[in-house]
């Protein structure tokens, strides 16, 4: 370090140094940055385990240093429950996208968090299946144009985007609840935020953290990574309104 | 010696993995092996392990993943639909090396089928039944004691090859009840490094994927997985025959018809057919050598498959027996058990 200079932004140890294979302006490299900096934060690195989906994101143990499971597609909240029942004092983490967690594995995601099982989703919903090149996802917005729906979303026959997040919330046994984003710093440090408090109360044995992620798909979405802010701040965020859905420790406080 | 009880094969089974150190059980109910869940249920406050009812086959294959990955001896039970709703995970399992123990407690069908025991599962659990290219051990009990010994046995071949193992029973087995003596309790200690437990400092981060996206990882980890395979059929066939000494037809049965069988030998013999059974105990590797041997048998007249469906083992016999003697099949489907008096006609009708 040059004198006179001070280092205010640095790569977690708990993240290998690696080129990711994620498109430039996608919001998972962000993702991963923020889940590895609050596992160095809270010193876990060696109580941590991840499962990954299969989706873009598939190779994330590519990425983090920590032990991780790569599960079949959409079952990544069953492979979490079984982690963790064998190992309640692990911390432990899904990693999943939409047509993951809100499609192919939505009986797993609901009953997950139905029976309140002590680990943290964090749901990467971009509205799009980005790894199989842009299909419509449960997710994806009324009108939005995708391969499989070239003329946009009919809800129709189509039915409208998932709100995953209401929806968890409902179960009494869901402790945490929150939407955020990484369209702006500001969101970005929330974000960041709500990953350690999730952390924080599976130390503290509270139930089932969902963390949504209003993410983003510039190659799907067929725009430039500014673009994408545009429309999750124009299209996106007004259909999935970010802030905390439900933080019973927080109730518990009052 | 060990505990003698009267139980049902299902509560056999639920027994002997406890004793066999059971760490997690996740299923989903079926007949006609519901018994296991419910008994180790009743079981669970007096031990230690993770019981989960899964919300569907599907899940309870995939949190036997999660478990089996963090290191856990961990089982599942189910029957016929149910398997194959797992059959992804078992894919899953196979190439990701996670050891565990699956009992499929057949059931007739295709289809929804019927409740009644049947065999008809033969082909999925011996030719794969998931996607690509590997197989498991698969057990094949004949008796309420062979459920204890065969998941004692099973969950060690499944550490022993890093593999899953399947017991293959059907509903008469699980569901008949008979003395069994119960193997002692058996502490168990893994020694799993590769289990996803969280990283310490001193050793690289444990992976568990089925993922090789480059063909030439694919291939390779192929090649592993066949090798290990091949280890399998090399030291893990296991057979039973009763008076094939001297004998002229061989009756070929596995599981619940070979019980049958052999009291159909021994009525045969009496009115003078020198019958004999050969029982292949593991259905793979399948004891390939063995009958290519008594095939070569001077005195061997004909084989015959005697099976709970429609001669799916048939196949395998025929392959072994290479063309050498007539192999010929008499079988009873959709829950029908045959009696040692059909099996007999249905001899006497190639004599």
């Known amino acids: ?254 | 010696m060990g505990e003698i009880r009267l139980m049902k094969g299902n509560e056999a089974l639920g027994e002997a993995a406890i004793r066999a150190g059971l760490q997690g059980y996740f299923g989903y109910p079926i007949t006609p092996q519901s018994e296991v869940i419910e008994y180790l249920a009743k079981e669970e406050p007096k031990y230690d392990y993770v019981l989960i009812q899964a919300e569907s086959e599907v899940a309870a294959v995939n949190m036997m993943y999660g478990a089996g990955g963090a290191g856990g001896r961990i089982m599942t039970t189910t029957s016929s639909p149910g398997f194959s709703l797992m059959q992804e995970g078992v894919s899953y399992l196979v190439c990701t090396e996670i050891p565990c123990l699956f009992a499929n407690i057949v059931r007739g069908g295709p289809g929804l089928g019927t409740i009644q025991a049947s065999q008809g599962d033969y082909f999925q659990a011996t030719k794969g039944g998931g996607h690509g290219d590997y197989n498991m051990i698969v057990l094949a009990p004949n008796s309420v004691q062979e459920m204890a010994d065969h998941t004692f046995l099973g969950f060690e071949l499944a550490d022993k090859y890093r593999s899953p193992v399947l017991l293959l029973s059907d509903g008469s087995i699980g569901q008949m009840m008979e003395k069994v003596e119960l193997p002692d309790p058996k502490p168990y200690k893994p020694n799993k490094p590769w289990a996803t437990v969280g990283k310490p400092k001193n050793r690289e981060r444990n992976i568990l994927t089925s993922l090789y996206i480059l063909s030439d990882d694919m291939e390779k980890k192929n090649i592993h997985l066949q090798a290990k395979f091949e280890k399998m059929e090399k030291n893990e066939v296991r057979f039973e025959e009763y008076r094939t000494e001297d004998a002229e037809i061989i009756i070929t049965a596995f599981g619940l018809t070979s019980r049958i069988s052999k009291k159909a030998v021994d009525v045969g013999r009496e009115s003078g057919i020198k019958l004999g059974l050969f029982r292949p105990i593991t259905l793979w590797p399948f004891p390939k050598k063995r009958i290519e041997e008594l095939a070569s048998k001077k005195e061997v007249k004909f084989f015959i498959s005697v099976e709970m469906n429609a001669g799916q083992m048939k196949e395998d016999v025929m392959l072994n027996v290479y063309g050498k003697k007539p192999v010929y099949f008499f079988g009873r489907f959709g829950g029908i058990i045959p009696t040692p008096e059909e099996i007999l006609s249905a001899i006497k009708s190639h004599l």
């Open chain 1, 1 to 254: 370090m040059k004198e006179g200079y001070e280092l205010i932004y640095k790569r977690p140890k708990t993240l290998l140094d690696k080129r990711m294979h994620y498109c430039p302006g996608c919001f998972h490299s962000t993702m991963h940055k923020l889940l590895m900096e609050v596992v160095e934060e809270l010193d876990i690195q060696d109580r941590t385990v991840g499962i990954c989906p299969v989706g873009c994101s598939v190779f994330a143990y590519d990425y983090m240093d920590v032990d991780m499971q790569e599960a079949a597609h959409g079952r990544a909240a069953a492979v979490a429950t079984g982690i963790k029942r064998m190992l309640p004092d692990r911390i432990v983490f899904s990693y999943q996208g939409d047509g993951d967690l809100a499609a192919i594995g939505t009986a797993e995601t609901l009953h997950a968090c139905n029976r309140g099982e002590n680990f943290t989703f964090i749901f990467i919903n971009n509205g799009i299946y980005g790894m199989t090149g842009g299909q419509m996802a449960p997710t994806t917005l009324e009108n939005q144009k995708t391969s499989t729906s070239p003329y946009g979303r009919n809800s129709a026959t189509a039915g409208m985007p998932m709100k995953m997040a209401e929806i968890v919330a409902t179960f009494e046994k869901v402790y945490y609840v929150e939407r955020v984003s990484c369209n702006t710093p500001a969101n970005t440090r929330k974000a960041r935020k709500a990953i350690k408090k999730s952390f924080e109360y599976q130390m503290q044995s509270r139930g089932t953290s969902f963390i949504e992620v209003a993410s983003n798909c510039p190659s799907g979405w067929k725009c430039t990574p500014i673009e994408s802010l545009d429309w999750i701040k124009d299209q996106v965020l007004p259909y999935y309104p970010l802030g905390v859905l439900k933080d019973l420790g927080k109730e518990e406080v009052k």
